[in-house]
């Protein structure tokens, strides 16, 4: 994998976007194919890794690794490992990922809304 400059001027312009707008910090935090699905598994309780897994199937392992380190390196879930065998680890939203609900809801009615060609179900 190639190495990202920092000091390239796309580098700069995404830091600038990500300062400047909220709808651009906030799709830096939640967006892309499976952070939005495993938050929206999540608003329900805590799950373990086994559950997540379970609960989107079409996720590969390696990609769901990295999505919940991503979201608990910005501090959206918490990951909790008891020190047992087998191991365990659970995953919960923070108070900022509990927040998120009104977001995720507002998505899936803009959704159902205009996936259909505008008419409200």
């Known amino acids: 994998m190639t190495q990202v400059k920092e000091s390239s001027t796309n580098q700069l312009n995404k830091k600038l976007a ?3 707008c909220p709808v651009t910090y906030t799709l830096g935090k939640i967006g892309g194919r499976w ?3 495993i938050i929206y598994n999540l608003l329900s309780g805590k ?3 086994s559950e997540l897994r379970r ?3 079409a996720i590969t392992e390696k990609m769901l690794i990295q999505q919940l380190k991503q979201l608990e390196t910005d501090k959206l879930i918490e990951r909790k490992a008891l ?3 087998p191991p365990f680890v659970e995953y919960s939203l923070t108070k900022a990922g509990m927040e998120l609900r009104n977001v995720l809801d507002a998505m899936v009615a803009w959704a159902d809304f205009n996936r259909d060609g505008g008419e409200m179900k």
């Open 83 to 85: 020190p047992v065998v």
């Open 47 to 49: 799950k373990r890794y």
């Open 35 to 37: 952070k939005p699905i």
């Open 18 to 20: 990500l300062n400047v």
């Open 55 to 57: 609960l989107i199937p």
